[in-house]
């Protein structure tokens, strides 16, 4: 079970700090991130950017939790995301129930309109936390090769959690990948 923790806390650790560099890569980049909470129809203007901000602090406190040693930091850190997690598969539904198809910016600049990938991807997210929140507390030896296979299990999930998105448009026709306009001809 604590190899299972050691790849959850790595999985988890890569989402949120992908997510949280993206965001704050640059001024456009956090302006972009500001505007697309606007874009989701979900607050007032008055609380995108704190919104942003505490979205930004929270993720960078997830990975600073989670990379600590210690089951407890890691309990904390794993029941952070699966609450933030939670939170943004309902603000995700919320405003994709009202037709919002604004660009999910969960990890920068993605093209990709907010749909059911991205709640399908939280959804499963939030049970991965969850696996590692029970399996943080257990302790006993552990083996250098299963410690190793767990750790670059959770930088692949990590990774393609992260680039899902991407990996998912490949398999839409061409002309209604998003980003690319139909040719009216």
């Known amino acids: 079970m604590q190899y299972i923790a050691i790849g959850m ?10 997510s949280a560099v993206s965001k704050i890569m640059g001024r456009r ?12 129809r979900i607050m007032p203007p008055s609380l995108w950017r704190p919104a942003a901000i505490l979205v930004i602090a929270s993720e960078f406190a ?5 990379a600590f040693p ?19 598969t309902v603000a995700v539904a919320t405003a994709v ?4 198809r604004a660009p999910c910016r969960c990890f920068g600049g993605a093209a990709s309109p907010l749909g059911p990938r991205q709640i ?3 959804l499963i997210l939030v ?8 399996t943080a507390p257990m302790t006993g030896p552990l083996a250098p090769a299963g410690t190793a296979v767990a750790v670059f299990g959770g930088l692949v999930w990590g990774g393609l959690a992260v680039v899902s998105d ?6 839409h026709p061409i002309d209604k990948a998003p980003g690319l306009a139909r040719d009216s001809r």
């Open 9 to 18: 806390r790595l999985l988890i650790g890569v989402v949120f700090l992908a």
């Open 29 to 40: 980049a956090f302006g972009d991130f500001t505007t697309s909470l606007g874009g989701m």
């Open 62 to 66: 997830v990975c600073g939790l989670l």
């Open 70 to 88: 210690g089951p407890f930091t890691a309990l904390a850190g794993f029941l952070l995301a699966a609450g933030l997690l939670a939170v943004f």
């Open 97 to 100: 129930h009202r037709g919002v």
């Open 120 to 122: 399908t991807r939280n």
């Open 127 to 134: 049970l991965c936390a969850v696996v590692g929140a029970v």
């Open 166 to 171: 991407e990996i998912l448009d490949l398999f």
